[in-house]
């Protein structure tokens, strides 16, 4: 359960951080993400970046019993992993989902808001619980 803890830690802190970013900067983000999609080195970085990421998380945290919170943890280890899987294997579609995401204005403040929600409910049960 520690290393429960400590990741809900690590993704509630980046993604409170990050989304509060997002919704008070929206046009340096949205002009940032376009600039990444444009740039196969930047995807290829990421993926770099991602793969082992997500291979140490679900390696140090493959738990598919417990609280809802934990649970969900796991998801997110396995997302992690996924894409970072993803931009190695199929770059140019993940190039498409990336490029179609950015195309929708109204998305972005809705990312935001959803990583606030994510980040304070995985702050809550990784510094409070």
């Given amino acids: ?3 429960s803890y400590l990741i809900a830690q690590l993704f ?3 993604m ?3 989304a509060i970013a997002m919704i008070f900067n929206q046009k ?5 993400f ?3 999609m444009k740039n196969e080195d930047a995807l290829f970085i990421s993926g770099f970046m991602a ?3 997500g291979i140490a ?3 140090h945290h493959n738990v598919w019993a417990g609280p809802w919170w934990v649970v969900v943890l796991t998801v997110l280890c396995w997302a992690v992993l996924v894409k970072g899987a ?3 294997i199929a770059p140019e579609w993940m190039q498409d989902i990336g490029k179609s995401w950015i195309k929708n204005k109204a998305l972005l403040p809705w990312i935001g808001l959803f990583y606030l929600a994510v980040g304070m409910i995985f702050g809550y049960y990784g510094f409070f619980y």
């Fill in 51 to 53: 793969l082992p990421a």
């Fill in 86 to 88: 993803l931009l190695f």
């Fill in 12 to 14: 509630g802190g980046t």
């Fill in 34 to 36: 376009k600039n990444i």
């Fill in 28 to 32: 340096y983000y949205t002009k940032l």
């Fill in 1 to 3: 359960m520690e290393t």
């Fill in 16 to 18: 409170f951080v990050f």
């Fill in 57 to 59: 998380l679900v390696t």
